[in-house]
Nanobody, 126 residues
Framework: QVRLVESGGGSVQAGGSLRLSCSGS????????WCWFRQAPGKEREGVAS???????AYEYAIKDRFTISQDNAKNTLYLQIDNAKPEDTAMYYCAIEPVPAARYCKGLSSGFRHWGQGTQVTVSS
């Protein structure tokens, strides 16, 4: 019933920018944890950035200065702004959400995530 749909991926040259979106529907949660994940071929899935329904944010260290996560709670939409893209950012990017009784139950990138989107591909060329 819960559906998350990512959009905004594509191909850019190194140094370029993209904004990814994740539109959620089919739920009404008291509070939530959002997260962006990515997975490149031959690599493990990794958390990129998380945000809870109160706006608390956590970033994976390697991308901290180049990625910005944000949300519009009224629209059930999550965003990831990618700036100064690097070839190593090439991956399938997924959004995920976990309902929680209150935002304080979120654990940033270590939170469990119950619902996932299908992903959007980001390709960064050198």
């Amino acid at each position: 019933q819960v559906r998350l749909v990512e959009s905004g991926g594509g191909s850019v040259q190194a140094g370029g920018s993209l904004r990814l979106s994740c539109s959620g529907s089919g739920y009404t949660y008291i509070a939530h944890c959002w997260c962006w994940f990515r997975q490149a071929p031959g690599k493990e899935r990794e958390g990129v950035a998380s945000i809870d329904s109160d706006g608390k944010i956590a970033y994976e260290y390697a991308i901290k200065d180049r990625f910005t996560i944000s949300q519009d709670n009224a629209k059930n939409t999550l965003y990831l702004q990618i700036d100064n893209a690097k070839p190593e950012d090439t991956a399938m990017y997924y959004c995920a959400i976990e309902p929680v009784p209150a935002a304080r139950y979120c654990k940033g990138l270590s939170s469990g995530f119950r619902h996932w989107g299908q992903g959007t591909q980001v390709t960064v060329s050198s």
